[in-house]
C-alpha cells in the first residue's frame, strides 16, 4: 500500500485488467478520482468479445461507461464526469463513490525511460503515469494494476503503484474462520452454573451462557480435548452471549460409519456430522492434499442419495485449470470431456466401492453407483436450477467471488452444495488466498445458520504424502 501523502483525494490511474476483473471497480474509490488512459479503452474494446467471463465483465464496464457518460460533451469529458452516489452495481447495491472519471482527451507528453523497449500498453501506461505525475503536481497520481510485473516496473521507475484490493475478503489468510474453537480446559469452572442440558429426538443439547459466546457463530465446531470428551456444535444463538450446542455424532467408531468410512480426526468427524446435516444446506471443507476433504464429502453423497434416499442424485464439478501444459481438445459428449479432470472422483469411489461378492458384485455396485453420479461443467451451470441435488464443488479456490455468487445460486429447493478446496494452491492469475472466491463465501457465510464450514489440519493419505506437504 502507498503512504498517502496526505488526506487529499487521490488520482488513480487503472490498468485494464483491474477492469477486467472487477466492472464495479469504477465505483470502489469513494471519494477519489479515476483516470482510464487511452489504451485501456482499446484493451477493452479487443476484449469484449466471447462467452468468457472476462468477455462479460468489459461488457459491463462498456455499460457504465456509457452510463456515466450519458450524452455529455467534449468540455463536460474534459472536466471529468461525476461517479454519481447513485451509481449500482448492476445488482441494485449503491456504491458511494464521489469521485469524477477523467478520460484521456489530449496528448501527453511520454517520456519513457530508454530502459523500456518497444511500445507495448504496460510500458504506454507507465508513460501516461508519469506525465500525469508532472502535469498533475497538486494531486498524487497512483497506478493501480494487477499485474504483478508491471507493478515491480513501476517500483523500479519510482512510479507509486498498488495492487487493486477491493476485492480481498481479509487481510491476511490466517485470520480466516477457521470454523472450530477448542475450548479451554477450564471452561465449564466458568460455565456449569449457567448451563442446562436436555433431550430432544434423541439428541443431547445445551444451554450456555457466558462472555465467550459472544465470538460463536452459527454451526461452529466447538471441542474439548483432542480425544473427544466434548465435542458438539452451536446450534442457534438466541442472543448475543447465549447459545444452544449440540453433541455431535461420533464417525471416528467403527459401528458409525458413513458408507464405509470412518474419521480418522476430530476434524473430518466435525466434517461428516455437517455433511450429514439436512439442516445445512452450504458446507465448506478447507484443507491441503490428502485431507480427505473429496472422500468424505463422497461418502456422505452416497449415504444419503442411495440409503436415505434425500437427494436424487449427485452432481460433481470443478475447474478445470490444468497443472502443466493444457492438452487440448476432448472429443465427447459434456461428461465424457470432464472425466479426465474427475481422476479425485474415480479415485475415491475405488474405495468407497469395494463390497463383498467378488468380481460381480463390485461390478453391480460401480454400475448402481455411476447411475447416481453425474459429472457436470462449470461452463454450463449459468441459467441452470438444480432440485433436490448433492453438488460437490471441487477445487472451489480457483474461482472468484462473482463465479461463486453465480454457481451458488443454481440451487433450488432441496439442495445441498459442498465445496472443496485448498487456498494455498491457486492456479488462476490475478487470485490470491485473500481474493478467492472460496475465501469470500467461507467468511460471507459464517453468519448464516444454514451453512458449516471446518477446515481440516491433518493429512490422512498416507505417511508419505502427509510428510510430502509439509516439508515440500
Known sequence: MI?????????FVLDTNVLMHDPTSLFRFQEHDIFLPMVVLEELDHGKKGLSEVARNVRQVSRFLDQLMCNADKAEIDAGLPIHPTATNGGGIVLPA?????????PLDLKLPALLPGTTPDNHILGVVQALRDLRTDRQVILVSKDINLRIKAAVLGIPA???SNDQVLDDANLLYTGLDVLADDFWDHHDKSVDAWKEEGRTLYRIKGPDIADW???????????GIFDAMVREKPTATEAIVELVDDYRLPRHNVWGINARNREQNFALNMLMNPNLDFVTLLGTAGTGKTLLALAAGLAQVLERNLYREIIMTRVTVPVGEDIGFLPGTEE?????????????????????????????TNDLVRNRIRIS??????????????IILDEAQNLTAKQMKTLITRAGPGTKFVCLGNIGQIDTPYLTETTSGLTYVVDRFKHWPHSGHITLMRGERSRLADFASQEL
Open 377 to 390: 461443467s462449470l461452463n454450463f451451470m449459468r441459467g441452470r436450477t438444480f432440485l433436490n441435488k448433492y
Open 162 to 164: 498498488e495492487d487493486y
Open 336 to 364: 465424457e470431456k470432464m472425466t479426465p479432470w474427475m481422476g479425485a472422483l474415480m479415485d475415491n469411489l475405488e474405495v468407497l466401492t469395494r463390497p463383498e461378492g467378488g468380481d460381480w458384485g463390485r461390478a453391480a
Open 98 to 106: 464521489t469521485g469524477r472519471l477523467f478520460f484521456q482527451t489530449d
Open 217 to 227: 457463530y452459527p454451526a461452529q465446531c466447538l471441542s474439548l480435548g483432542e480425544d
Open 3 to 11: 503512504k498517502r501523502e496526505n488526506d487529499k483525494p487521490c488520482l
